[in-house]
């Protein structure tokens, strides 16, 4: 008769992550084949129970832990009852309250499985004495014991030192820092230079408008190395060290950056997903490796995207401008939808998800185009708070550093005549102390401008007129700015006439509401002829002539009326129904009002 083959299984836990680099885990795993061989157990490796760094003393949820796995698989029946899980002692299964932790042990037992210590050597089952379950209880209650002692010297420690931050400038609580952060041989924090200029470079590419995605394959590509453990960057690659979304944005969330420190209570190490913070930071612990500013003002931006939605392109695709922006005046949201090869459209995100909404759909391309180039005539010191003389200091200083940027660029590229490389050689010059002029006069502008909007304004302009050409990373940092600055932009659908023939010439109208951060607000009316090739048109609420939305907007105060209210956005469609015009008042008009 065939003997039934019994299995066992390494279950192994340390509390903090550093024991990882020691012989902990080793010396657990090892002890675990060592005893299955003894007794004639096959040992199966393929569950890999390990709970790094996470403490056995408090718990929040089981779940995360590599023990809360081997339980799941020992009711699907993937761990056959009469295997053996060993551990080198009873306190890597548990060190909770002796109540918590018995309920754990026996509930363990009773489901059919072993439990084997290493020390001391100790088989329990579910037919245990009374003897041998007063000894588990023991180990339990001496395990706890110990954890809350070292809790109740530890915890009012900790709470000392960082008092003691609080009141001595240049204290150093502990050696664990930030990769960028070294304690030096006097015993105070510093920079590692190298490194604060790569959390600098982030933020700064942060600020421009790029993704954690976009910087972090950025970094890649320039062959900056992350200075992360070997454990945490790949654990199949142990030599690689590179940035990927999770590290950046470790990084750029991190209050360190700027030399504050936030105390926290509360660990990874028991299964939360995050320390909670207490108390107030504190500022100036660390060396700041950016000024505070900066912080302030990536955060913001980064607040702002999370806010608005939506989601960005996805890499190889093109990414939508007006991500989480577009809205429709009955609460609905227009996505970007591909139609084919050649043509993308902006629809209800409800047709998309076949929620019952009715099909109304723009080309992106015309959408675009229109809008980018009506809001790039747009004035910050207008649409935006607190920038009317500096803001346009800003905008003419951006403006001139790229025409400077421009034609450095165009002699650059004559370097490679040799009868001309000095004369080359000289304009170059020229450029590059010109542009350091400006740089410092824009940054004084810069200075005196409460509000960074017209800053990101500024950038507006010169992406947007660079997005064509620019590549995929112009149009994520024309994205950011997008976002930063505009609330949303409300995009009402006018209704098509009757009349097939009439409506075939006046061809498609839709009317947009620009809402900006400052309170501003711009409307435009864009009209499209689909399957033709008669160049779309874009008008200004106010443009002259333009009687084809003019008479209807007219009636209307708009610094009264809102297209996201959803009755008055009715109220407006009806008017325009109700002054639709002939074919040829319509031709005549449009075409005195397309030039505006």
Not at 204 to 232: D, F, K, M, P
Not at 491 to 504: G, H, I, M, P, T
Request: charged share 25%; net charge positive.
């Amino acid at each position: 008769m065939a003997t039934e083959t019994v299995y066992g299984y390494s279950y192994a836990r340390f509390s903090h992550p550093s024991q990882a680099a020691g012989d902990s885990l080793r010396r657990q795993t090892d002890g675990t084949a060592a005893w299955c061989k003894a007794h004639g157990v096959v040992y199966d490796p393929s569950l890999c129970l390990v709970d790094a760094g996470l403490s056995g003393f408090r718990r929040d949820d089981l779940a995360v832990y590599a023990l809360g796995e081997f339980l799941g698989h020992v009711k699907s029946g993937r761990v056959p009852k009469g295997s053996y899980l060993v551990m080198e002692n009873l306190d890597r299964l548990s060190r909770e309250e002796e109540v918590v932790a018995l309920n754990l042990f026996t509930s363990i037992l009773v489901a059919g499985i072993k439990i084997v210590t290493l020390t001391p050597d100790e088989v329990y089952d579910k037919h245990s004495d009374l003897g041998q379950v007063m000894k588990a209880i023991l180990e339990l209650s001496r395990g706890h014991s110990e954890s809350q002692r070292k809790s109740s010297t530890c915890g009012p420690a900790w709470r000392e030192k960082k008092e003691r931050a609080r009141r001595e400038r240049g204290y150093v609580m502990t050696k664990t820092v930030p990769g960028w952060i070294r304690v030096g041989d006097k015993g105070r924090l510093e920079l590692i230079p190298e490194r604060a200029k790569v959390v600098k470079q982030i933020f700064e590419l942060a600020l421009s408008g790029l993704g954690v995605g976009a910087i972090a394959r950025q970094l890649n590509a320039l062959g900056v190395a992350s200075w992360r453990s070997t454990r945490t960057a790949n654990r199949k690659r142990p030599e690689s060290r590179c940035w990927d979304k999770t590290a950046v944005r470790n990084v750029l969330t991190s209050q360190a950056a700027c030399g504050v420190y936030q105390p926290h209570v509360g660990s990874r190490s028991r299964g939360r997903t995050r320390p909670r913070p207490i108390g107030a930071p504190i500022p100036n612990y660390y060396p700041a490796a950016v000024r505070r500013q900066l912080y302030d003002a990536v955060q913001g931006l980064r607040a702002k995207r999370l806010n608005k939605g939506g989601r960005p392109g996805r890499q190889g695709t093109a990414a939508n401008l007006f991500s989480g922006l577009l809205r429709m005046p009955d609460g609905g949201t227009l996505s970007i939808r591909q139609i084919d090869r050649r043509t993308t459209v902006f629809c209800p995100t409800g047709f998309i998800q076949a929620d019952g909404t009715k099909y109304v759909a723009v080309p992106a391309q015309v959408f675009e185009d229109a809008i980018l180039a009506r809001l790039a005539e747009v004035k910050a010191s207008d649409v935006l708070p607190g920038t009317r003389k500096a803001g346009r200091k800003v905008e003419q200083l951006e403006g001139q550093i790229a025409a400077v940027d421009e034609l450095a660029a165009q002699w650059t590229a004559k370097m490679d005549n040799p009868r001309i490389v000095d004369r080359v050689a000289a304009k170059l010059d020229e450029f590059e102390a010109r542009r350091a002029k400006l740089a410092a006069e824009l940054a004084a502008a810069r200075a005196e401008v409460a509000s960074p909007l017209s800053e990101q304004w500024g950038k507006f302009k010169s992406l947007a007129g660079a997005v064509q050409a620019g590549g995929e990373e112009v149009r994520q940092r024309l994205q950011a700015v997008l976002r930063r600055t505009i609330e949303a932009i409300t995009v009402l659908f006018v209704r098509q006439s009757k009349d097939r023939e009439l409506a075939r010439i006046r061809g498609r109208l839709l009317v947009a509401q620009v809402n900006f951060a400052g309170g501003g607000v711009r409307v435009y009316a864009l009209r499209w002829w689909p399957r033709t090739d008669k160049t779309p048109s874009c008008l200004s609420y106010g443009d002259k002539n333009n009687a084809t939305v003019g008479e209807q907007i007219g009636r209307f105060v708009w610094g009264e009326t809102d297209l996201r209210d959803p009755e008055v956005a009715a109220a407006f469609q009806q008017s325009c129904e109700a002054s639709e015009l002939t074919t040829d008042e319509f031709n005549a008009a449009w075409a005195d009002g397309s030039e505006g």
